[in-house]
T-cell receptor, first 115, second 110 residues
């Protein structure tokens, strides 16, 4: 099915473990994003990518690593998870058109709990 | 740094009771203001784009308006299915990507 899918939808891990959240989109959108959503903070941008092999930091990148070897995939890795990284993570994508700057398509989210 | 503030944080309405949600912003060189709807357990869904003061957009019971300092999302005769969290976001000349507000959680009671 066309769209943007995230996996896993739910993950419980322990402090210090490495975790990778996967994001796959079938639209061939050039831009992809990772956000975290926490009560009282709204959506905060972690990293984004304008194209394959091009990534850039957002507002809260510390503790996270991203890669984009293929246009359709944009995994987010927590190299050593901390409790403060407990959150709901959303992947999003959009076209490269200037007129579509604010029209993001979001996945269903990945709820991560770090114990 | 761009700032986006939404109010109220939560709003409870009776079915049919019209109201407005507010999104005030402080940005340098606004290039667009965007409204999203988010249902529980789901990702946000794009609703509207507004580019300049005075612009209005409508979709069913929703109408978004924009001034130089804020945007309103007017909900006319809401129904229970309009219950959701509504997010606004800005894109400016100084920020490289969207800045989101914290959202207004709307509950419409039957």
């Amino acid at each position: 099915d066309a769209g943007i899918t995230q996996s896993p939808r739910y993950k419980i891990t322990e402090t210090g473990r490495q975790v990778t959240l996967m994001c796959h989109q079938t639209w061939s959108h050039s831009y992809m994003f990772w956000y975290r959503q926490d009560l009282g903070h709204g959506l905060r941008l972690i990293y984004y990518s304008a194209a394959a092999d091009i990534t850039d930091k957002g507002e809260v990148p510390d503790g996270y690593v991203v890669s984009r070897s293929k246009t359709e995939n944009f995994p987010l890795t927590l190299e050593s998870a901390t409790r403060s990284q407990t959150s709901v993570y959303f992947c999003a994508s959009r076209t490269g058109d200037r007129g579509s700057t604010g029209e993001l398509f979001f996945g269903e989210g990945s709820r991560l709990t770090v114990l | 740094e761009d700032q986006v503030t939404q109010s109220p944080e939560a709003l409870r309405l009776q079915e049919g009771e019209s109201s407005s949600l507010n999104c005030s912003y402080t940005v340098s060189g606004l290039r667009g203001l965007f409204w999203y709807r988010q249902d529980p357990g789901k990702g946000p869904e794009f609703l509207f784009t507004l580019y300049s003061a005075g612009e209005e957009k409508e979709k069913e019971r929703l109408k978004a308006t924009l001034t130089k300092k804020e945007s309103f999302l007017h909900i006319t005769a809401p129904k229970p299915e309009d219950s959701a969290t509504y997010l606004c976001a800005t894109f400016s000349g100084s920020a490289r990507q969207l800045t989101f507000g914290s959202g207004t959680q709307l509950t419409v009671l039957p």
